[in-house]
Nanobody, 116 residues
Framework: QVQLVESGGGLVQPGGSLRLGCATS????????MGWYRQAPGAQREMVAV???????NYADSVKGRFTISRDNAKNTVHLQMNSLKPEDTAVYYC??????????WGQGTQVTVSS
């Protein structure tokens, strides 16, 4: 059973920063991609940032230039550094792992609230 453990999140003022972390028990050899998605109240879940095993990273247009995804291969973790946060970034953020075999795994979600 693949496990994902998320960390970070919380309440921050507009313009502030937060760092999310996600550690997975999945074997690095079986991972096709790791990334972050988010879901705001009443909205669909959307991709925020994804790292792929070919080294390519993809970002939602709304976070480009503000968010950075990084991966620590030794610890099998992925981080999301979020800067210049806006109220519209408020959502539950979910870590995702996609395996080479097409399976998807999700974390439990962590709340990010941007408010003054």
């Amino acid at each position: 059973q693949v496990q994902l453990v998320e960390s970070g999140g919380g309440l921050v003022q507009p313009g502030g920063s937060l760092r999310l972390g996600c550690a997975t028990s999945a074997s690095i050899l079986s991972i096709n991609s790791m990334g972050w998605y988010r879901q705001a109240p009443g909205a669909q879940r959307e991709m925020v940032a994804v790292w792929s095993r070919d080294g390519i990273t993809n970002y939602a247009d709304s976070v480009k230039g503000r968010f950075t995804i990084s991966r620590d291969n030794a610890k099998n973790t992925v981080h999301l550094q979020m800067n210049s946060l806006k109220p519209e970034d408020t959502a539950v953020y979910y870590c995702n792992v996609a395996s080479l075999f097409g399976r998807q795994y999700w974390g439990q979600g962590t709340q990010v609230t941007v408010s003054s």
